[in-house]
């Protein structure tokens, strides 16, 4: 599995947050007033900018450029889901770690089909982050040799 993973190319992965952008959902359900607190707009405006420059960026890698942005990106879009999950831990109403008290605080997301974005969409997105800062810095290592 792990060959597998490192085999794919940077710019397919980095491709794959293209669906992110359907993150802009939290931003609706905010609207809504079925998520509260930091979390929905932490979590919304994160994934639609992560999505939104996904394929830009993973044209530049495609074409070998811009690898400081592909850093940088990866590092966003990594740090928008670690955000995302504090915010909504700490802001999931009955939770022993609440500190945050906003209305509905994360509670949408804690029932189908909305908690398959922490359980399964957020850990495969942590993953696919995690093999893009694994190719960039075996590429940067083999640049250096």
């Known amino acids: 599995m792990r060959a597998s993973l490192l085999g794919m190319p940077v710019p397919f992965l980095i491709g794959l947050n293209v669906w992110r952008i359907a993150g802009g959902f939290f931003l609706l359900l905010a609207a809504e007033g079925r998520l509260g607190g930091p979390f929905p707009y932490s979590a919304g405006w994160g994934d639609v900018i992560t999505g939104?420059?996904?394929?830009?960026?993973?044209?530049l890698a495609l074409r070998g450029q811009g690898t400081a942005l592909v850093w940088s990106w990866n590092a966003f879009g990594t740090l928008d889901l670690?955000?995302?999950?504090a915010f909504g831990i700490v802001s999931?109403?009955?939770?022993?770690?609440?500190?945050?008290?906003?209305?509905?605080?994360?509670?949408a997301v804690q029932?189908?089909?909305?908690?398959?974005?922490?359980?399964?969409?957020v850990p495969m997105f942590l993953?696919?982050?995690?093999?893009i800062f694994s190719r960039l810095a075996g590429a940067?290592?083999?640049a250096a040799s």
């Not at 939104?52 to 044209?59: I, S």
């Not at 999931?92 to 509670?107: K, M, T, V």
């Not at 029932?111 to 969409?121: A, F, G, H, K, R």
């Not at 993953?127 to 093999?131: E, K, L, N, P, S």
């Open 92 to 107: 999931a109403n009955g939770s022993p770690l609440q500190i945050i008290h906003a209305g509905e605080g994360s509670q």
């Open 140 to 142: 940067s290592g083999r």
């Open 111 to 121: 029932m189908l089909p909305w908690s398959l974005i922490p359980t399964v969409l």
């Open 82 to 85: 670690i955000a995302a999950l």
């Open 52 to 59: 939104a420059l996904a394929l830009p960026v993973a044209f």
């Open 127 to 131: 993953i696919v982050h995690a093999v």
